[in-house]
């Protein structure tokens, strides 16, 4: 199955993660890189590995720059695995992969996440299980916020193995993107008609419940204060960031 496969990554700037993203993809004869313009060490570093195709493509929109690189770049494999740089592939789920016999039926696959600290793994998040392996002309990509969503036709069972999320770029740098990510969160929001919403996104729409409430459900129902400091710094990311998004909605009630 791992003949069928090809490696799918998209990066900015991604020096402090792409190169233990691709220790692990040696298995693969190509890796499709399509960078947003770095301007950092993530350049250099995908050229050390002989099984990399680096391309460049300015960045406009998830949806727009991941249906290039899935769709526009000449993959020859029938099959991707589509990865963040800052996804780390353990052996025992590259194994599982490579034993997969799927049926015409499977459109693809979903993995779930370890989130990681710092390389400490929690024992919950907030991250979602999303399609990771799946037939390039089965998928589209769609805008969902600040992200975007993979819509793969066909059943798309969740593996047994699982994919690390070990983000070790700055601190300064989350917050910048958080900044940006809940700008596009507000517009999504503000858009979606009420009963369209989920509980969670109509807590966050009150502009005071949701940074409490994301912060003590992380500690309280998904065990984070039993983490420590990890599960604690944890908390209080997701917490900042719906901290900003509650911040630019109030910024939006101003202006109108």
């Known amino acids: 199955m791992l003949d069928q496969i090809t490696p799918v990554i998209l990066t900015w700037n991604e020096a402090p993660n792409i190169g233990r993203n691709l220790d692990r993809l040696g298995w693969a004869r190509e890796i499709v890189i399509v960078d947003s313009g770095s301007d950092d060490e993530t350049a250099a570093i995908a050229g050390r590995y002989p099984n990399v195709r680096w391309l460049t493509r300015p960045f406009d929109s998830h949806e727009r720059q991941w249906t290039y690189a899935v769709q526009e770049t000449g993959i020859a494999t029938p099959w991707v695995l589509r990865l963040d740089a800052d996804y780390i592939v353990p052996q025992a789920t590259i194994e599982e992969i490579a034993a997969l016999c799927p049926g015409d039926d499977i459109g693809g696959y979903r993995t779930a996440f370890d989130y990681c600290v710092d390389g400490r793994k929690l024992r919950g998040s907030l991250y979602p299980p999303l399609p990771t392996v ?11 916020g600040h992200t ?12 047994r193995g699982r994919i690390d999320h070990d983000d070790r770029k700055s601190l300064e740098r989350w917050l910048l993107s958080q900044y940006r990510y809940q700008r596009r969160e507000v517009d999504k929001l503000t858009s979606t008609p009420w009963a369209r919403l989920s509980w969670g996104d109509r ?20 065990g984070l204060l039993l983490d420590g400091r990890a599960g604690l710094f944890y908390a209080c990311q997701r917490a900042t960031a719906d901290l900003i ?11 109108k």
């Open 148 to 159: 975007e969503k993979a819509h793969v036709s066909g059943t798309v069972p969740t593996l």
């Open 245 to 255: 998004l509650s911040m630019l909605l109030l910024q939006r009630d101003f202006k």
């Open 203 to 222: 807590l966050r729409l009150t502009r005071v419940l949701g940074p409490p409430f994301v912060f003590l459900y992380c500690l309280l129902v998904r």
């Open 134 to 144: 799946f037939r390039r002309d089965r998928v589209t990509f769609v805008q969902d």
